[in-house]
């Protein structure tokens, strides 16, 4: 199968996109390369990570990624089997979705160019803003030689479409109409269309766990975690940065407010839109809980 891509022109003209689904493999195992870059990409939901590891195109040093719709983790390895397996053990946080193993062609493609291209990915993601970012354990900073920074450009211009050739747009910035027609993609925003929840679309959902109440509701792009929800006042130490800082945003304008003692939950004061359920219930929670973490809940029109 081979995808034209035409929607960026300044590097996409004369790049095509080859994706192959190896023989006797689940469907969402596959392999996307093009001729013109010598980056190997391999993809597959994360329950069949065994299948995605076992080919050959995926052993040795490779960068990679563990994603789901809203959050984005990079890591690095010399030897991508091993690792990936031990991820599949241990998930790096909860909700992975799809795994993608970056490998190249190139013979000087080592342990320096994959902690390079690891840090790039993160901060290109970053970036972009379609997802929250969980930074890894972190490496030694490895100086960046001349060759490798032209190297390095390269690489993340082809992986720009490389990458939607796996379903992943992480590093596709998000668009000035998109922001207007949509909810926040990171972050947080008091301008709530209230209006929308009047509708008969509104999907409503409740977490109640260990003395912490919250309501969110969903409708089209929008997700809104709704004034008097209450949240976990101490997050657990693996709790990603950019949650903590998001919280730290709303106690800053008194949208977050705490207790009387340092175990009693935050309240909300407002109405807030976020990224999604899950960005949603990791900040209520305190942890890297998924979108089943919510309760749906049928409350009829309005609140």
Wanted: with cysteine; charged share 20%.
């Amino acid at each position: 199968m081979i995808i034209p891509t035409s929607s960026h022109p300044a590097i996409s003209e004369g790049f095509c996109s080859n994706i192959r689904h190896p023989a006797g493999l689940p469907f969402d195992v596959r392999i996307v390369t093009s001729p013109v870059t010598p980056l190997v990409l391999g993809t597959c939901l994360v329950d069949n990570v065994r299948s995605l590891v076992g080919l050959s195109e995926m052993h040795g040093p490779a960068a990679y990624l563990h994603v789901d719709p809203d959050t984005a983790r990079a890591g690095e390895t010399v030897f991508a089997p091993r690792r990936l397996l031990a991820h599949d053990g241990a998930p790096p946080f909860e909700g992975v979705e799809q795994v993608i193993i970056i490998r190249s062609q190139d013979p000087y493609f080592g342990k320096d160019e994959v902690m390079l291209l690891q840090s790039a990915l993160a901060a290109g993601i970053a970036a972009a803003g379609r997802c929250t970012v969980i930074q890894g354990t972190g490496h030694p900073s490895v100086p960046v030689q001349p060759g490798q920074r032209a190297l390095l450009r390269r690489w993340m211009a082809d992986l720009r479409l490389l990458l939607i050739g796996c379903g992943f747009h992480g590093l596709e910035p998000v668009s000035a109409a998109e922001l207007c027609r949509s909810g926040p993609t990171t972050g947080f925003s008091v301008a709530v269309p209230h209006e929308l929840l009047d509708g008969s679309n509104v999907q409503r959902y409740r977490i109640e766990r260990d003395g912490i109440r919250a309501e969110c509701s969903r409708v089209g792009p929008w997700t809104i975690l709704h004034r008097g929800s209450t949240l976990r006042p101490n997050p657990i130490e693996s709790y990603q940065v950019g949650l903590a800082e998001k919280r730290k945003a709303l106690t800053a304008e008194g949208i977050l407010v705490s207790g009387r003692t340092e175990r009693d939950p935050f309240t909300l004061t407002a109405d807030i839109a976020v990224p999604s359920l899950t960005n949603a219930s990791r900040l209520v929670l305190g942890n890297n809980s998924g979108p089943d973490a919510w309760q749906e809940v049928d409350a009829g029109p309005g609140r």
